[in-house]
């Protein structure tokens, strides 16, 4: 538990290691009994057939909503499901409080096929930067962690992204199109020309993972909510990439982006993937 007068530096070098176990008991006790596991009556739609919530997401984000809070006093959860409930909560990721950022199952469809590719999404940011980041693939047991200035580490292994193999074609990973309009495929066509490889993501937070670990060139994303990137944006950059929109930003956790944006693992792809995604607007 944070002390008087402690500096969310000071909590981070105390208790990351708390925030990591909370993520994984959040999993074990929410997410990996319901896992191949899920009765007809645990799945529901949102906003349509492609928009998946489960049991597991709405008790593992009540669980961490409880553990984080308890961890940081004073501190806000903004998570997926407590959004879908109330939009307003999200406006806590613009104010001046610490905010935990919470994608419970980031890729719950996979999580609802049986597939072994999702994850639970943490950061931690304040005033629009983000601080710290946990990626848990509870089904993998692979967690991947970052500290801003600290550099990213997967299972304690530093984690480089290095840059792509030169004459290969670039791997990227698009938003899907199952959730993609019409429009936002226009704007991503750019990327189908030569010298580039693009294909539907997966889970964001493994995709980003991914770029982290130099598996994957970079990824392209046509929507901003802050718990599918918050986590991931901070990853990369731990391990030497870097994000860009349209207009040549950053990508801001606080919204008010120009999509789509691409995170890459060095500035040379991240330039190359913004100046295609440009041209096809």
Known sequence: MIRTNETIEEFLAQHSADVAEAVRRAAAAEVMPRF???????????????????????????????????????????????????????????????VWIVDPVDGTRQFVNGD???????????????????????????????????????????????????????????????????????????LWTDGVAPRPCGSAGLEYLAVARGELDAIAFSWEAAWDHAAGILLVEEAGGTHLTLTGEPFRVTGDNALPFTAARDEATARRVAGLLSGGV
Do not use: M, N
Not at 55 to 81: F, I, M, W
């Open 36 to 98: 191949r596991q899920l009765a007809e009556h645990e799945v529901d739609q949102k906003s349509g057939p492609h928009d998946l919530v489960t049991d597991a997401d709405r008790l593992a984000e009540k669980y961490l909503t409880e553990a984080l809070g308890a961890l940081l006093p004073g501190s806000v959860v903004v998570g997926e499901e407590a959004v879908h409930a109330d939009p307003a909560t999200y406006e806590a990721v613009c104010g001046d409080a610490p």
């Open 116 to 190: 072994d590719g999702f994850c639970t999404l943490v950061a931690l940011a304040q005033r629009g930067v983000l601080l710290a980041s946990w990626t848990y693939a509870p089904a993998r047991d692979q967690l991947a962690t970052a500290i801003r200035g600290q550099g990213a580490f997967l299972d304690g292994e530093r984690l480089i992204s290095g840059a792509p193999e030169p004459g290969r074609d670039l791997e990227i990973a698009t938003s899907h199109p199952d959730y993609t309009t019409d429009e936002q495929k226009r704007a991503l066509l750019g």
